[in-house]
């Protein structure tokens, strides 16, 4: 069921509010980003997003650099969580969040264990495909 989602870092600093289903499907992928972070995700479209506070508090990291490629990973500079990424994507409707499904509040543990998990290959750059191992996501 689509409902209004309240999110925060660690630390609190940075809050931010989206709107979301978590039935209707979450994400793990193997890319070195994704992996090292141990990254859960579930997109929303940018219209579906809100900061409410901490936008003094985020630093983003680049990996691919500055050159309009890639995600904008955002973190707490406090507590150094990463609450959600940003991006653009034709295939995902335009821009976009992946938030970070571990930093949701108030949802119950039944919740997150019954919220479906599609995995990714983003090591091989095959989004679209399952990696062959997916136990360690």
């Known amino acids: 069921m689509r409902r209004t989602f309240h999110g925060s870092c660690h630390c609190g600093a940075v809050g931010f509010a989206c709107e979301a289903d978590l039935a209707a499907g979450t994400s793990r992928c193997n890319c070195s980003m994704c992996m090292k972070g141990r990254f859960w995700k579930i997109v929303v479209p940018a219209s579906d997003f809100r900061l409410l506070r901490g936008g003094d508090a985020l630093t983003e990291y680049r990996f ?7 995600i904008h990973h955002y973190f707490c500079a406090t507590c150094g969580i990463k609450p959600f990424g940003a991006g653009e994507h034709e295939a995902l409707g335009g821009k976009f969040y992946g938030v ?4 949701l509040d108030g949802v119950t543990d039944e919740e997150l ?15 679209g495909s399952e990696p062959a191992e997916t136990r360690y996501l």
Do not use: K, L, S
Not at 64 to 70: K, R, S, Y
Not at 113 to 127: H, L
């Open 113 to 127: 264990a019954q919220a479906p998990v599609a995995f990714e290959d983003g090591r091989n750059n095959r989004w």
């Open 100 to 103: 970070n499904v571990a930093c």
């Open 64 to 70: 691919q650099g500055d050159t309009g490629a890639g």
